[in-house]
């Protein structure tokens, strides 16, 4: 700005004036353009915005004053002075009435004309700065205003719940989370809310607030506000302190834990399901053994016999079982590696089938199978395949009645590789059918009585089925007998 | 012990489990009881109006995992069932640590039975109590 030379435009018709005025201003290390009347005078300082303007009052195409309004009208900041040897106190008064700085009336001298110029010019100067003051004032005020309301429309936007208290306890910022936790309907800023809050939350608050030598340090709790872990909230209390250290307020964050809780729920039941599966065997074996070793019962030889083989039942028993929940542990954590190659899924049934023949032997029963030809290879780990089918083969043995048949059929179907195995046996009720995947159940009626099983069979068939995106259907008739078809998606 | 000279008394015993349930029968009737059984909830109801034992002995966790509860709690709301002692039996403490008590009114109200034996049970301990209830129940 400093080294800038002030641009001046001179607009009038007489020449001389023109040129002498220009050689002067030249001379004084001003910027100098010169108009010869009026038109092209507006035309110029319109097109580019001049520091000043000399703008003579009679011209013979267009008055001073026209071009004065239009020089104005674009560009207001242009400092614009009026000459004319025709002056009129009346004509100096409208002239500074429509924006002119002032009036040089003809002739002037050199230094009249000097320092009417400086004076606009340093009035330009100020001008400008106090714009561009202004102009920076209101950006600022629009970038806080925007960093306020971007900040607001962040906290809003926040699934967990934030609110602040002052020192005093007093509400200075709440998001609408925040409301819909602690369920206020009615919630104003400055309000004391201590008092209508959840009374943890409450104490968690006054824990800071009371507290004149606070610690930097968050307080947390798990607040069941609605019961029987229907809505679970994790609130955490931080002191926020003033730049000089002492305590300005409290901000708390609540935090929904509703679906971590359910987890940790089931969890818990289930461990506490394991645990209950595992003691009974072995509180039976343990009965058993007490049994045959207390003198005052007087168990024969064979009684005593049956007791043992009934505990080396329940051992049996008890050790396939803590087989399945380690598979069913490894699967839950996929730390089981799985070796994908491609399959022929009525070859691993077939395969299946032979595996149990002895068993199904045993029992009388006889196998009718039917494998599609040209079967779609199905791409799995080989050993969770095989797993599936022998659960489910086995169930169709442990489950029939002796001299049963099963059924076994493999076929393609849309997508689906379709394995079908009806069996002969028991049956079920149409309550039990539906905790059928659930881990432990058992169905209990006079037929199953002695059958052993882990419960988890079939729960861990619906795993490794789901797990190559597959599903399982189960028919099934009370006394009469139970279809399984297990659906495996293939790729064509 | 039961007085011989008198009938002997009759326990219901109620277990899911096979095994279980043959035990305790077995142990039972060797300090003198007649024992009958039953193997689920419902059965041990009807059991249990036929036969209007002079005691029960309840497996906790049956069918759900308050099974033994519930029927502790039927039995006790029944007319002649509140004037027998009700026995459960848990498997759950050992393992779980869950802590069983009756000793406060609240948990007693709660629980619904007049003792808790941990299985496999030790049947001296709980044919003591079995007697010590009706004695009380004489007096």
């Given at each position: 700005m400093e080294e800038q030379r002030p641009k001046v435009i001179i607009i009038d018709d007489e020449k001389g004036l023109r040129i002498g005025t220009q050689r002067l201003l030249q001379s004084e290390n001003f910027d100098v353009d010169t108009a010869e009347n009026g038109m092209t005078g507006i035309e110029m300082a319109t097109g580019f915005e001049y520091d000043l303007a000399i703008i003579d009052l009679k011209m013979p195409d267009i008055d001073g004053i026209s071009v004065l309004k239009e020089i104005k009208k674009a560009h207001p900041n242009t400092i614009c002075f009026i000459a004319t040897a025709y002056a009129s106190y009346d004509t100096a008064i409208e002239a500074t009435k429509l924006g002119a700085f002032t009036y040089i009336p003809k002739p002037f001298t050199p230094e009249e004309l000097l320092r009417n110029l400086n004076a606009g010019y340093e009035r330009r100067l100020l001008t400008l700065e106090s714009e561009r003051l202004k102009k920076e004032r209101e950006e600022r005020l629009l970038e806080l205003a925007f960093e306020k309301s971007r900040l607001n429309t962040i906290v809003n936007s926040l699934a967990d719940g934030v609110f602040v208290v002052n020192r005093n306890g007093e509400l200075v910022l709440f998001n609408p989370a925040a409301i819909k936790y602690i369920e206020l309907n009615e919630i104003i800023l400055g309000e004391k809310i201590l008092g209508i809050l959840p009374q943890k939350i409450s104490e968690l608050l006054a824990k800071i607030l009371d507290n004149p030598d606070f610690e930097n340090k968050t307080l947390s709790a798990e607040v069941e506000l609605k019961p029987d872990r229907e809505l679970v909230v994790e609130i955490k209390c931080s002191p926020v302190p003033h730049?000089?250290?002492?305590?300005a307020g409290v901000v708390t964050v609540i935090r929904n834990i509703t679906e971590m809780k359910k987890v940790e729920y089931v969890k818990s039941q289930f461990v506490s399901m394991v645990a209950h599966e595992l003691k009974t065997p072995m509180a039976a074996v343990l009965g058993f053994l007490n049994i045959i070793l207390?003198?005052?019962?007087?168990?024969?030889p064979e009684q005593q016999t049956d007791y043992l083989n009934r505990s080396r039942n329940r051992l049996q028993g008890l050790v396939e079982m803590v087989n399945d929940l380690l598979d069913i542990s490894r699967m839950e954590m996929k730390t089981k590696q799985r070796e994908l190659k491609e399959l022929n899924i009525g070859e691993i049934v077939k395969g299946t089938v032979d595996f149990l023949e002895l068993e199904w032997k045993k029992k009388g029963i006889t196998v009718n199978s039917k494998y599609e030809e040209n079967l779609p290879v199905f791409k799995a780990d080989n050993n969770e395949i095989t797993r599936l089918f022998t659960n489910i083969i086995g169930n169709a043995i442990k489950y029939n009645k002796d001299n049963g048949s099963i059924d076994v059929e493999v076929f393609t179907n849309k997508n689906y590789i379709v394995t079908k195995i009806s069996d002969t046996g028991i049956g079920m009720r149409p309550e039990d059918k539906a905790r059928l995947f659930s881990e432990f159940f058992r169905v209990k009626n006079e037929y199953t009585r002695n059958i052993s099983g882990t419960g988890l069979g079939l729960s861990i068939v619906k795993r490794i089925a789901e797990s190559y995106s597959g599903k399982i259907e189960v028919d099934s008739e009370y006394t009469k007998g139970s279809t399984f078809t297990i659906y495996l998606p293939f790729t064509k | 012990m039961t007085d011989t000279t008198n009938k002997p008394k009759k326990v219901l015993l109620v277990d899911d489990d096979y095994d279980l349930l043959e035990q305790n029968k077995m142990l039972l009737e060797s300090k003198g009881y007649a024992v009958v059984t039953a193997d689920s909830v419902d059965s041990a109801w009807k059991v249990f109006k036929e036969e209007k034992p002079d005691a029960a002995v309840l497996d906790l966790i049956m069918e759900e995992h308050d099974s033994g509860f519930i029927l502790a709690h039927r039995i006790k709301r029944d007319a002649h069932g509140k004037t027998i002692p009700v026995f459960l039996l848990t498997s759950a403490t050992m393992v779980t640590g869950m802590k069983f008590g009756i000793t406060t009114g609240e948990e007693k109200e709660w629980i619904n039975c007049d003792a808790w034996f941990n299985k496999p049970i030790n049947i001296d301990e709980l044919s003591t109590k079995l007697e010590e209830c009706f004695e009380t129940r004489k007096m």
């Open positions: 730049p000089d250290g002492s305590l207390n003198p005052e019962l007087k168990t024969t | -």
